[in-house]
């Protein structure tokens, strides 16, 4: 059982930058795809971005492209979601999520593990 932890939530204004991280707990592989998705109040999660294993790709919903950065630094076994200009439709808790498919999805069920989220909350 993989355990993912994020961090780097908190509030910021619009137009501000935040950086979330997630990194799995205990000995596990980094042999994962990961996820980025969000949950805003009264509405249902969604997909934010998708960075695959080796050889690396990205993809991003088209509401954070230009925006937000995912990356990933194998050698810490961690992977970030870089938010730039945010605005306040950008407030929702943020979960981390890992596939063992290494060329996953972006669709909830493509994904094995999840994070507990972290909340990020943009004021105007």
């Known amino acids: 059982q993989v355990q993912l932890l994020e961090s780097g939530g908190g509030l910021v204004q619009a137009g501000g930058s935040l950086r979330l991280s997630c990194a799995p707990s205990?000995?596990?592989?980094?042999?994962?795809?990961m996820g980025w998705f969000r949950q805003a109040p009264g509405k249902e999660r969604e997909f934010v971005a998708r960075?695959?294993?080796?050889?690396?790709?990205?993809y991003y919903a088209d509401s954070v492209k230009g925006r937000f950065t995912i990356s990933r630094d194998n050698t810490k076994n961690t992977v970030y979601l870089q938010m730039d200009s945010l605005k306040p439709e950008d407030t929702a808790a943020y979960y981390c999520a890992a596939s063992r498919n290494l060329v996953a999805g972006i669709t909830q069920g493509a994904y094995d593990y999840w994070g507990q989220g972290t909340q990020v909350t943009v004021s105007s």
């Open positions: 205990g000995r596990t592989s980094s042999r994962y795809s």
């Open positions: 960075i695959t294993w080796l050889p690396t790709s990205t």
